[in-house]
């Protein structure tokens, strides 16, 4: 069974960084694609980040050239570095995980991922 933990949130003044990691563990993985998402109170569950195996990444608008995905040494740990955080970036903070993707697969579709962790809460003050 496959599981995903999240830990790296916290509370964290407006301008300020944090860095939150994923990791997996139940299966060895292959091709994937591995995606962080987030989900602000009374809001839906939208794209943050995500990063194939091939080590393409992608990400949403909203936080390009402030956030940063990438893969850890260890392998099937993935990070997040947030920096220059403000408070629209309050969420709960999300990893996900689909093993071997289709070739149709969106990296910026929540259905698209199969596996889910169980989020950690980050919240920025101003």
């Known amino acids: 069974q496959v599981q995903l933990v999240e830990s790296g949130g916290g509370l964290v003044q407006a301008g300020g960084s944090l860095r939150l990691s994923c990791a997996a563990s139940?299966?060895?993985?292959?091709?994937?694609?591995l995606g962080w998402f987030r989900q602000a109170p009374g809001k839906e569950r939208e794209f943050v980040a995500a990063?194939?195996?091939?080590?393409?990444?992608y990400y949403a608008d909203s936080v390009k050239g402030r956030f940063t995905i990438s893969r850890a040494s260890v392998r099937d740990t993935w990070f997040l570095q947030m920096n220059s955080l403000n408070p629209e970036d309050t969420a709960v903070y999300y990893c996900?995980?689909?093993?071997?993707?289709?070739?149709?697969?969106?990296?910026?579709?929540?259905?698209?991922?199969?596996?889910w962790g169980q989020g950690t809460q980050v919240t920025v003050s101003s």
């Open positions: 996900a995980l689909e093993d071997a993707p289709l070739t149709t697969m969106s990296e910026t579709t929540v259905k698209d991922y199969d596996y």
């Open positions: 139940g299966r060895t993985f292959g091709d994937y694609v």
């Open positions: 990063i194939r195996w091939s080590g393409s990444t």
